[in-house]
Each structure stands twice: as structure tokens, then as C-alpha cells.
């Protein structure tokens, strides 16, 4: 990881401590039964921003609709000394995908679209080389068996041309499918891209415009945002990326990917009140989505056959375990930013762990899962488990690993 240097190092862990209760509100102490938690997380999140040099960090938990802890570490600018908190704003790029599982599942819902049925039903002008003689279908867009490329030519993940959602699906013309439908994940942020092109289509709006209304305001998500403007700049969290050897450089604040796949802004506190709403059966503002329609999105949408060790995905969301408990949620690294947002359904649990800092997520993500962990034992009112810290690699053990591979 980066190294930002001793003094910022020191400062990261001294802005932990304090950012918190200087930052005009913009945190949510712990409840009460969830003090202990707190007070095993906290000094856990500022050893793995240390040992990382992580410059920034908000995180929130939730217990069903409630906020039930939610803080910033570090810095969310470091140049300037701006502290992290839990209404700073990130990029939280493909989080953005499940926000596009639920438009469709909404059209769904009304009865406009048919999960099984051809996509060429919604986009009759979308027909990439398909030699498998089986069609894609919106099931298979969000559940990533399309078979369809990783990034459609226009609107790419490395594409700051900020083009249209019909441009990038456009361009998939251009290309093939490389898998047979439906017979294996491969993940595809081109395939979340006809997933939202659908929105648009039966919407007649734009993607970001369609997604604000129909999804971001009914969860009151006021801090998020398919649609950045000026003021990007002054709010936006400085994002950092990073080299193997040692070098960091600041992220550059321009717009990449295409709305659907990645396109999110959002804060710590927001996707908290994002995962509450589904926790409560889609209830949110008015109803979001009906009870039975969240629990398929958490279903496994296939096995996969081939074998690959890929991961399971239900409609939109990773599905997965943690600690022998079932999880639901996704992970995101874009544009110098990193993110992990989790639940555990069946707990009426979650935890979102946001970082400034591109490709860390194995630090966000055994955060997170160490806050549900934490957070569960308390609602089981059983002893708090011992977190393990990690360690640098002993000099004996480094020289013996030392070489390519």
C-alpha cells in the first residue's frame, strides 16, 4: 500500500480519535448496547489505517431501520487537513449496481418487464455476435451470465468522454459473447449498462434522472447522487491510488464508467439508510420494493456449473457467508475510492466501510466484516470475539517468499 509517510500516519491516528466529535454533527453516536462494539472497532480501524496508511474512513452500522453507530477516521482531504466523516462523500462506484437491480426490479414489479423473457423484447436494436443461439435476458444481465464483455467499448471503466448510457450499450454491437448465457458468472459492468439502458427505455428518462426519482429519493438518500456537479470538487473525498512500489498519487476528479455500472456518489450515513430500507422489506419514503421482490434479489440467481470459484450472485447483489452467517451486498473500487457494503439479512444487520484509498478493499472488507461479527454477538447479547490484528510479514519469512511469481 502507499506509504503517505510517519507524520501523516500520525495524524490519521490522531484524527480517528478526534474527527468524530469536532465535526458538527456529522456522526451518529453509538446506542447504547452498542458501545462495546464501538470501543472494540475503534482502535481495529485505526491499526489497519496505520498499517495501511489509509488517508480516510467513514463507516456505518445499522440494526434494522435504525443507525446504530456511524464515524469518520483520518482525513477526507489530507493536503488540507479536511477530516473524514460519515456524511462525507465518495465515490462508491459499483454500489451503483444495485441501485439499477432495483429499478428493474420495480419495472418488474409493475408488470413492464419479464425477467426470462429476450432482452431484444425492451432493445430490439442491441444485438452483440451471439453464437450460443441462447438470448440474454435481464435475469442473466443482473446476475452477471450474460456471457457479455467486462466493459462495453464506449463508456468504459478507463472512459472519461462522460457518453450516454445508450452509447455504451450501442457500441456493444461492436463485440461478442464470450460465454454461453446463463451457464457461468462473469462479471460484467457492460451487462449492468443494458440492464439501465431497460430503465431508460421504459422510464423515458435518463438513467441518472430515472434512478434519482424512482429509487435514491423514495429511500431518502439525500447525499447521493448519479449526477455530480461543480460542486463535486469542494465535496468530493480526495481519492487516492497506489502503486506495489511504494508510490501514491492523488485520483483525478474526472467522470468515468457509465451511470448504471459505477456511476454512484454517496456518503456513509446514506447507504446506511439505503441498507435499512431493505432490511425493513423495502419499505422506505413510500414502498420501495415488496418484501418477496427483496428476498429473490438476495437468492441465488444459479449454481454455477463450471466451477471456477466465482462468486454467487443473486439478482444484483453478491451473495456470500461470513462467519457461517448469510450476507448480501457488493464491493466497490473506483476512481481512487473503496468501498464495502454487507448485511446479514437474517440479523437485520449491516455494515458500510468507505476508504479513500483505490484497491483496498481486503482492508474494507474485513472491517466490515468484523463490525457485523461484533454486531451480532451484541444482538445475541453473547460475548464480543477477539478481533485479530494483522501483523507485518516476519524479515525470515519475506526473504523466503522473495522472488516473481
Same mark, same amino acid.
Given at each position: 500500500?502507499?506509504?503517505?509517510?510517519?507524520?501523516?500516519?500520525?495524524? =490519521?491516528?490522531?484524527?480517528?480519535?478526534? #474527527?468524530?466529535?469536532?465535526?458538527?454533527?456529522?456522526? =451518529?453516536?453509538?446506542?447504547?448496547?452498542?458501545?462495546?462494539? =464501538?470501543?472494540?472497532?475503534?482502535?481495529?480501524?485505526? *491499526?489497519?489505517?496505520?498499517?495501511?496508511?489509509?488517508?480516510?474512513?467513514?463507516?456505518?452500522?445499522?440494526?434494522?431501520?435504525?443507525?446504530v453507530w456511524a464515524q469518520g477516521f483520518g482525513f477526507a482531504n489530507p493536503a488540507d487537513s479536511t477530516p473524514a466523516t460519515a456524511r462525507t462523500l465518495y465515490r462508491v462506484g459499483s454500489i451503483a449496481k444495485l441501485v439499477t437491480a432495483i429499478g428493474v426490479m420495480q419495472l418488474v414489479e409493475n408488470g413492464q418487464v419479464d425477467l426470462d423473457a429476450p432482452i431484444e423484447r425492451y432493445l430490439p436494436d442491441f444485438h452483440p455476435a451471439n453464437s450460443f443461439g441462447k438470448p440474454i435476458t435481464l435475469r442473466e444481465l443482473l446476475s452477471h451470465r450474460s456471457g457479455l464483455v467486462r466493459e462495453p467499448p464506449v463508456g468504459s471503466y478507463f472512459d472519461s468522454s462522460r457518453v450516454a448510457v445508450s452509447d455504451a450499450v450501442e457500441s456493444l454491437n461492436q463485440t461478442a459473447v464470450v460465454?454461453? $448465457?446463463?451457464?457461468?458468472?462473469?462479471?460484467?459492468?457492460?451487462?449492468?449498462?443494458?440492464a439501465g439502458r431497460v430503465i431508460e427505455q421504459l422510464r423515458g428518462q435518463p438513467f441518472a434522472v430515472a434512478a434519482q426519482g424512482a429509487v435514491l429519493d423514495l429511500m431518502e438518500l439525500g447525499h447521493s447522487t448519479f449526477s455530480p456537479d461543480l460542486s463535486l470538487d469542494r465535496s468530493l473525498a480526495q481519492g487516492f491510488l497506489w502503486t506495489y512500489d511504494?508510490?501514491?498519487?492523488?485520483?483525478?476528479?474526472?467522470?468515468?464508467?457509465?451511470?448504471? #455500472?459505477?456511476?454512484?456518489?454517496? /456518503?456513509? /450515513?446514506?447507504?446506511?439508510?439505503?441498507?435499512?430500507?431493505?432490511? *425493513?422489506?423495502?419499505?422506505?419514503?413510500?414502498?420501495?420494493?415488496? $418484501?418477496?421482490? =427483496?428476498?429473490?434479489?438476495?437468492?441465488?440467481?444459479?449454481?454455477?456449473?463450471?466451477g471456477t470459484g466465482a462468486p454467487a450472485f443473486g439478482l444484483g447483489f453478491r451473495v456470500s457467508t461470513v462467519d457461517g452467517t448469510r450476507t448480501v451486498g457488493h464491493s466497490a473500487a473506483f476512481g481512487g475510492h473503496s468501498t464495502e457494503l454487507v448485511m446479514m439479512p437474517d440479523e437485520k444487520i449491516g455494515a458500510v466501510v468507505i476508504t479513500n484509498e483505490d484497491a483496498a478493499n481486503a482492508v474494507t472488507s474485513r472491517i466490515a466484516n468484523a463490525a457485523l461479527i461484533l454486531t451480532r454477538a451484541t444482538k445475541h447479547k453473547q460475548a464480543l470475539p477477539a478481533l485479530t490484528v494483522t501483523q507485518a510479514v516476519k524479515p525470515e519469512v519475506a526473504k523466503r517468499l522473495d522472488g516473481t511469481w
Amino acid at each position: 500500500m502507499p506509504k503517505l509517510g510517519s507524520c501523516c500516519a500520525l495524524a =490519521v491516528l490522531l484524527a480517528g480519535a478526534t #474527527a468524530c466529535r469536532e465535526d458538527g454533527g456529522a456522526s =451518529v453516536a453509538p446506542r447504547t448496547e452498542y458501545a462495546a462494539v =464501538v470501543r472494540t472497532l475503534e482502535p481495529f480501524i485505526r *491499526q489497519e489505517m496505520a498499517d495501511k496508511d489509509l488517508p480516510g474512513l467513514s463507516i456505518a452500522l445499522v440494526d434494522g431501520d435504525d443507525i446504530v453507530w456511524a464515524q469518520g477516521f483520518g482525513f477526507a482531504n489530507p493536503a488540507d487537513s479536511t477530516p473524514a466523516t460519515a456524511r462525507t462523500l465518495y465515490r462508491v462506484g459499483s454500489i451503483a449496481k444495485l441501485v439499477t437491480a432495483i429499478g428493474v426490479m420495480q419495472l418488474v414489479e409493475n408488470g413492464q418487464v419479464d425477467l426470462d423473457a429476450p432482452i431484444e423484447r425492451y432493445l430490439p436494436d442491441f444485438h452483440p455476435a451471439n453464437s450460443f443461439g441462447k438470448p440474454i435476458t435481464l435475469r442473466e444481465l443482473l446476475s452477471h451470465r450474460s456471457g457479455l464483455v467486462r466493459e462495453p467499448p464506449v463508456g468504459s471503466y478507463f472512459d472519461s468522454s462522460r457518453v450516454a448510457v445508450s452509447d455504451a450499450v450501442e457500441s456493444l454491437n461492436q463485440t461478442a459473447v464470450v460465454l454461453a $448465457p446463463g451457464s457461468r458468472v462473469k462479471y460484467s459492468d457492460a451487462g449492468i449498462a443494458v440492464a439501465g439502458r431497460v430503465i431508460e427505455q421504459l422510464r423515458g428518462q435518463p438513467f441518472a434522472v430515472a434512478a434519482q426519482g424512482a429509487v435514491l429519493d423514495l429511500m431518502e438518500l439525500g447525499h447521493s447522487t448519479f449526477s455530480p456537479d461543480l460542486s463535486l470538487d469542494r465535496s468530493l473525498a480526495q481519492g487516492f491510488l497506489w502503486t506495489y512500489d511504494g508510490r501514491a498519487m492523488p485520483a483525478p476528479k474526472v467522470v468515468l464508467g457509465v451511470p448504471p #455500472a459505477s456511476g454512484l456518489y454517496s /456518503t456513509a /450515513t446514506d447507504l446506511a439508510g439505503f441498507m435499512s430500507v431493505l432490511l *425493513q422489506g423495502g419499505q422506505g419514503r413510500g414502498r420501495l420494493l415488496k $418484501p418477496e421482490t =427483496v428476498a429473490q434479489m438476495w437468492s441465488v440467481a444459479a449454481t454455477d456449473s463450471a466451477g471456477t470459484g466465482a462468486p454467487a450472485f443473486g439478482l444484483g447483489f453478491r451473495v456470500s457467508t461470513v462467519d457461517g452467517t448469510r450476507t448480501v451486498g457488493h464491493s466497490a473500487a473506483f476512481g481512487g475510492h473503496s468501498t464495502e457494503l454487507v448485511m446479514m439479512p437474517d440479523e437485520k444487520i449491516g455494515a458500510v466501510v468507505i476508504t479513500n484509498e483505490d484497491a483496498a478493499n481486503a482492508v474494507t472488507s474485513r472491517i466490515a466484516n468484523a463490525a457485523l461479527i461484533l454486531t451480532r454477538a451484541t444482538k445475541h447479547k453473547q460475548a464480543l470475539p477477539a478481533l485479530t490484528v494483522t501483523q507485518a510479514v516476519k524479515p525470515e519469512v519475506a526473504k523466503r517468499l522473495d522472488g516473481t511469481w
